[in-house]
């Protein structure tokens, strides 16, 4: 199970960055181009919001018609108990907007290629043995229902979610990322990642597993 707050470390004295290697120019050219591209993320998010935003205002009835079509390709409307309007609102608001710019942001992070090694991080089980995410492969579908659970500060908060999990009985182990966020990271696991492994590599990923039901298909053909 992979969860999302990512965990930050501070330099504790200023005197000891002073001795560290510096770092090579691939290096700093990288944290350079990520830093470019979230900007430029930012900025797309943000004026998709503003024009949505403002066209929700203009044209209230317009856009409830095309987000109610966009709710029909992530199956959100297909729930009578889950009506528009306990979601549709919340569409073009501020914590819409942290929510799609922390997803894309995190995309930046994937290093889970198709036909390259799959990462193999650190995760930890119910029981709290130390393992690694590729010793718990196997054939098959994974989950059939989703859950939503909220962030975690701790591995403590991750192992109840874990267990409130287990109730449902999912069709594959339940482990928990460490608090390091390595799984997280390296997957681009947010909101929902779906891997095909094969001897360690990465042979077909799901990008967004409710709103791409070719790459479902095409997942499913592999079975």
Request: glycine share 4%; aromatic share 10%.
């Amino acid at each position: 199970m992979f969860s999302l707050p990512l965990t930050l470390y501070l330099c504790p004295c200023l005197a000891l960055c002073s001795h560290r290697e510096r770092p090579d120019l691939p290096t700093v050219m990288s944290g350079i181009r990520v830093v470019l591209q979230k900007i430029l993320i930012l900025l797309q998010v943000t004026l998709s919001v503003v024009v949505g935003k403002t066209l929700m205002i203009l044209f209230p009835n317009a856009m409830k018609r095309y987000i109610l079509k966009m709710g029909e390709k992530s199956r959100m409307n297909q729930n009578p108990k889950f009506s528009y309007e306990n979601w549709g609102p919340t569409f073009f608001s501020f914590k819409y907007l942290q929510f799609v710019l922390k997803v894309k942001w995190k995309r930046l992070e994937d290093e889970a290629y198709e036909g390259h090694p799959a990462p193999n991080t650190p995760v930890v089980t119910l029981r709290g043995e130390v393992c690694h995410l590729l010793d718990f492969m196997k054939d098959g579908w994974a989950f059939k229902n989703n859950v939503i659970i909220k962030n975690h500060r701790s591995l403590e908060d991750r192992k109840i979610a874990a267990q409130f999990l287990q109730k449902s009985h999912p069709l594959c182990p339940v482990v928990l990322d460490t608090m390091e966020n390595l799984s997280s990271s390296k997957y681009a696991a947010l909101p929902e990642r779906l891997y095909m492994l094969q001897g360690g590599k990465v042979i077909y990923k799901v990008k967004n597993i409710s709103s791409n039901e070719h790459s479902i298909e095409r997942f499913l053909h592999f079975k």
